[in-house]
Nanobody, 125 residues
């Protein structure tokens, strides 16, 4: 079990940028696979990006080339840098943790069981 707190959401015009941060806890944070998810209005929660203990990253097709996930293990934080934002990026963004100690993520999203409260991102003119 890990406690996660997201921050950095807000309202920006199309083409703008935002930096989301996820502050985590736990002595084994270094080996957790971390993920960012989002829930668009009227839609189910979807995976945005992951980063595992070996710092391998994966992105959904919708955000490739625009979003970057990174981690700072010393600060137990995970960051989602978002650029060239579009109105359809508007969503509630969640940070999540897979507590399995894997250098390379196994790809099973059901292992993300620890969640933050979410931070709202709104992209509009």
């Amino acid at each position: 079990q890990v406690q996660l707190v997201e921050s950095g959401g807000g309202s920006v015009p199309p083409g703008g940028s935002l930096r989301l941060s996820c502050a985590g806890s736990g002595k084994d944070f270094t080996v957790y696979t971390m993920g960012w998810f989002r829930q668009l209005p009227g839609k189910e929660r979807e995976l945005v990006a992951t980063i595992d203990g070996g710092r391998n990253t994966d992105y959904s097709d919708a955000v490739k080339g625009r979003f970057t996930i990174s981690r700072d293990n010393a600060k137990t934080t995970v960051v989602l840098q978002m650029s060239d934002l579009r109105p359809d990026d508007t969503a509630l963004y969640y940070c999540a943790a897979d507590l399995n100690a894997l250098e390379k993520w196994c790809g099973d999203i059901t292992n993300f069981r620890d969640w933050g409260q979410g931070t709202q991102v709104t992209v509009a003119s």
